[in-house]
């Protein structure tokens, strides 16, 4: 089956001026989308960021340029005079409002999308590189939301541009601290929040790896890390979906993006008072069970001398283990006493 799909994807790149039937050409297109939308790792593309520009060259086609650093590494970037999209970057544009898609609902949106994350010049980076926090994954928890994945760093470590894009948003806003949100030329958006700098504007073009904040713990935040979010027409969905972010790889070329993903208040935005109740009932809980002792029953005890050994009572002693005070005690077993 694989060879059958990698052979009809090779035909669409056949020469332009061969006769190809209408029926053919459609079954070749399905092909080729199946094979990207396929899951796989992809690396990100190198680091360029403090890397000497030695020239810029033509590529031959106008969108793109060559440039050669310093280090003997080239690179294609996109010439954005030609290759901006004006629908993607006018429409709903908004410098100031985290959210200007007020006007769109979820039930207007498609029930799916594709979504191309790279193209030929392989435009993607991870934002940054590390596993997601356990308590920090995307979904409810314990009745809460969380409508993005936290990324534990180190204070001042680089935070990346994870496509081709612009920026959107650079600011300080309550609940995310600095915040940095990109508009990418696919759709998406991507928010960098809890920075402790902004390294870009309002406007500017980035590449996919140019470094646009610093980590930090800015806003509400319990700790260094990054607060990062993939969000599609202001609806928020799983940014795991497309980043394996413990091995900084990309998890397929194309995405197929479906309704289903996300969450029905993310257009409400991130609530960081939520993500503080949830840090601090996991201390309490913590704490809870850093203060439980067990006792090994041995020959010769009872349940009134192991209560009064540890300073507690026989009830809580059978509450804790579900047992009656006429229990039989057996040698080895392990009792919670507190």
């Not at 314990?142 to 409508?147: A, E, K, L, P, V």
């Not at 990346?160 to 920026?167: D, I, K, L």
Request: aromatic fraction near 10%.
């Amino acid at each position: 089956m694989q060879a059958q799909l990698e052979a009809r994807a090779a035909r669409t790149a056949s020469s332009p001026t061969a006769r190809v039937d209408p029926e053919q050409s459609a079954a070749d297109s399905v092909a080729n989308l199946q094979l990207r939308l396929r899951r796989k790792q992809i690396e990100s593309t190198f680091d360029t960021n403090g890397l000497t520009v030695l020239d810029t060259l033509n590529s031959g086609n106008d969108a793109l340029y060559v440039i050669l650093y310093g280090n003997n590494t080239w690179k294609y970037v996109r010439n954005r005079a030609v290759a901006k999209d004006s629908t993607i970057f006018e429409k709903y544009w908004d410098t100031i409002s985290l959210f200007p898609y007020k006007d769109v609902s979820i039930a207007s949106l498609p029930q799916s999308v594709v979504i191309d994350l790279i193209d030929s010049t392989k435009s993607y980076h991870y934002p940054y590189k590390g596993a997601v926090n356990p308590r920090g994954k995307y979904g409810p928890r314990r009745g809460r939301r969380h409508q993005g994945v936290d990324l534990p760093l180190k204070m001042g470590e680089p935070v990346y541009a994870t496509f081709c894009g612009r920026v959107r948003i650079s600011q300080y806003v309550r609940g995310y601290g600095n915040l940095v949100i990109i508009r990418h030329d696919n759709g998406l958006e991507t928010y960098y929040g809890h920075l402790s700098e902004r390294l870009v504007q309002p406007g500017d073009w980035v590449e996919a790896g140019h470094v646009i904040g610093k980590g930090g713990s800015t806003g509400r935040s319990t700790g260094p890390h990054l607060h990062f979010e993939t969000r599609y027409y202001g609806q928020a969905f799983d940014p795991e979906r497309l980043i394996d972010f413990k091995n900084g790889m990309l998890c397929r070329e194309t995405f197929l993006l479906k309704k289903s993903f996300f969450n029905i208040n993310s257009n409400a935005g991130q609530d960081f008072d939520d993500e503080i109740a949830n840090e601090e009932q996991d201390k309490k809980e913590a704490a809870e069970k850093a203060a439980m002792r067990y006792h090994k029953i041995r020959s010769g005890d009872t349940l009134g001398a192991i209560a009064r050994r540890y300073g507690t009572t026989v009830s809580n002693i059978c509450r804790l283990n579900g047992i009656k005070s006429t229990t039989i005690l057996r040698i080895g077993r392990t009792l919670r006493v507190r």
